[in-house]
């Protein structure tokens, strides 16, 4: 009787799943590889802001998942929701009710928008974190600008007033590429109303943009969006959002319809009562990232709280993901072979944002940091290089995309809401965008 | 005081209504151009069979109105919808309840899917005319082959029989475009399913497929789709359709999950008691095609009941409909110029359908007929030729999908369900398919 091979289940094909998926692929180990996910394609997610903002189709950061499985024989897809994780049976449970037993378990779940209890925020505010989040916010900001063309008084309503909460690398970058889209793209395009002047609101709670980056990082950061228009409240915090307004605890009240919710993310709740976790829902890990008590279970990306050596915890980015989803899938080879696993280290190659044609900053190791337009090749050098690996498609999009943008031909300015599908049960809409 | 100048309305951005705005535009006359349509973007219909098919994005075949009347300063788009029309007075009513008066007005409303009554059609038929339509069939088809991967007792249910109702182009188009997705791009991606066991059935009511075409294109879609194996149901009748199957009039019951309705269409009624109709709801029109007893209302495209010169009805397709733009556009002018209007004349340069790879037929006159690789490369070069015109991005589309299409690398795999924008009362949901 043939042995069956063990079986290794994997929660998530974002950055870090997909990771783990390729290394467990690649060592030609005899394995019954799953990977679970709710939907059928992975998300280029640093390159979200530019669906928003119209400057990438969907399929241009969507991959679809059965396409770069293809190579890995012992791998395959289920698309499915995963209800919960029972580590004790070993066996993960799907919405369907149906379980499934593993002998190695990674869980790459990702995380989901953080509201912080922001009253309306959750109603009214938009997230961008998802490939769906995205093409709502284009949607959206597209829309507004048709009310106001067809009725011009809402202009004075906020319908061209954009709010976006968070000073991170997703609302700079967000804010920044706003204001290209509005004065560079679409001024040309209207008649009655001036889309240079639509205002677009920075809001961020500390006082300095980009907190995880250098002083001179950030200096440039602000000095590219001032340049840009962009209105920076630092230092400020939104308390209430509704329909057609954002009041600040300092009082002041923006009239907008669009407030875009770039605050942060807490980790998947997929296992809540199950594993410790620390503020943000990040699940604690081992230094081998594996969930103390369970050495066959390894949490990597988002959803975990991996350290640098002096005990930080790295951002909640893909470079780190990557990394982590492949030192977990190592350590998974190394159990199965009775070896013992090793410490996670990562080797930060830094941290970048882009903030507009030709602006980016970069914090590179050595103490060196870059601004403007090298910075800028730097950030489109590194996400060609170490984020695209072999891929074709995905290499010759961010080509086309990075010439389209320098000579300002812009792509899809469509706003375009497929009607759900009503017939098929198991076709999804967004319910927990985020969720594995 | 500086006298205002006539207002032209064009109700609808297809390709009949920017054909008319091009012509109008171009003309240099001093004008008033509003264009009114639902949506910011035209649809390129002869492709979207491949974005329900997946073989290009959305993006690839909708295009921003603004971006297309950008070199025209008199033209000005309203994202709106249009309520009906009041000939008498002169009037366009919107749906808000605004009207705009007009000296000139050409109606290129479109039309909308026809479900003949067929029980069941409306509800569960999937139809096939706009984006948003296209994008659904292949969430649909895509969700159902992932449904059938995780659960495979689902194929002896139908989850993997697609049927296919309507023997003309666009049911010939999507049966071999679906049956080429299925069994060359598709059957290397699932492991507990073959996707080239998925079954295919094209349902027409009369006894040949193409019924426009000439007997040797017909002869040849007969074969190529055999060849592909779409199973064919000639002189068959669909009589019901519910969620899980479709009963024919023979008795035969298909189960199946997916019912693409490609039957036909019929004039949205935008006007309804205002012009006269004949069958299918196409308005009736004078040879110059105005309206009989409105010389100065216009109407062209789908909407349009315009013969050829033995008093035929012209086809509901691009190429004529964008000859009825333009001519409509060159009366208006002459109208208001004081010139008397000429009759529409119409060159037909042919009819062509696409089965799939290298195979298509091509009714061009002279009686040449053209089947197979050589009316492939006519279908293509026409496209580029006559209904690009000048427009780089579209062209460039073409030329990219064609020659991916030839190496079999597909392009957008995707199941992607935006969510609706539940906060700005003008962000739209597709509610009558078609409708400007």
Redesign the interface.
């Known amino acids: 009787m043939a042995q069956t091979p063990p079986r290794v289940i994997v929660i998530g094909a974002g950055f870090a799943g997909l990771s783990a998926v390729k290394r467990l692929g690649r060592s030609g180990a005899d394995l019954d590889i799953v990977v679970l996910d709710r ?3 992975n998300t280029f997610q640093p390159l979200l802001y530019q669906v928003a903002t119209a400057g990438l ?4 950061v ?1 991959h ?1 998942i ?2 770069i499985i ?1 190579p890995y024989r012992q791998a ?5 929701t995963v209800a919960r994780v029972h580590p004790d049976q070993r066996l993960v449970e799907l919405d369907t009710g149906a379980t499934l037993p593993y002998d190695a378990l990674v869980i790459t779940a990702g995380a989901r928008t953080n509201y912080f209890g922001v009253s309306g925020a959750q109603e ?1 505010g938009l997230p961008l974190y998802t ?2 989040d995205a ?2 916010v284009r ?2 900001v ?3 600008f ?2 106001a ?2 009725d011009p008084s809402l202009v004075d309503q906020g319908a061209l007033t954009f709010v976006v909460v968070g000073g991170g690398p997703t609302g700079v970058e967000m804010a920044g590429a706003m204001s290209e889209l509005f004065r560079n793209v679409m001024r ?5 109303i001036d889309p240079e002047n639509a205002r677009i609101v920075l809001v961020e709670m500390t006082d300095t943009l980009l907190g995880a980056f250098r002083p001179r990082s950030q200096q440039h950061a602000h000095e590219q969006l001032a340049a840009r228009n962009v209105e920076l409240r630092l230092g400020a915090r939104v308390t209430n959002i509704e ?1 057609t307004r954002v009041t600040l605890e300092s009082g002041e009240v923006i009239p907008t ?1 669009t407030v875009i919710w770039a605050a942060g993310v807490q980790g998947n709740d997929l296992t809540d009562d199950t594993f410790e976790r620390i503020r943000g829902g990040r699940i604690v890990v081992n230094p081998d990232l594996s969930v103390p008590g369970h050495p066959e279970v390894f949490v990597a990306g988002d959803l975990a709280a991996a350290t640098r050596r002096d005990g930080t915890l790295l951002p909640q980015v893909a470079r780190p993901a990557i990394a982590e989803g492949r030192h977990a899938a190592r350590q998974v080879l190394r159990r199965l072979g009775g070896q013992p696993t090793v410490p996670f280290r990562y080797h930060d190659p830094g941290n970048m944002a882009t903030i507009g044609r030709r602006a980016a900053v970069a914090d590179l190791p050595l103490h060196i940091t870059l601004t403007g337009g090298i910075a800028w090749l730097a950030w489109l050098g590194l996400h060609l290089i170490e984020l695209m690996g072999g891929m074709h ?1 995905r290499t010759e999009v961010l080509v086309r995309w990075a010439w389209d943008y320098l000579r300002w ?1 812009w ?11 009503p ?8 319910q927990e965008p985020g969720a594995p």
């Open positions: 939907h059928n394609y189709d969907a399929g241009d969507g679809h059965r396409g293809r395959e897809l289920l698309v499915e009214h490939l769906p093409i709502r949607n959206h597209l829309a507004c048709e009310a063309e067809a040309r395009d209207f008649r009655r329909r319809r498609r031909e792509g899809p300015l469509l706003i375009l809401t497929p009607a759900p599908d017939d098929l049960a198991t076709s999804e809409q967004e």
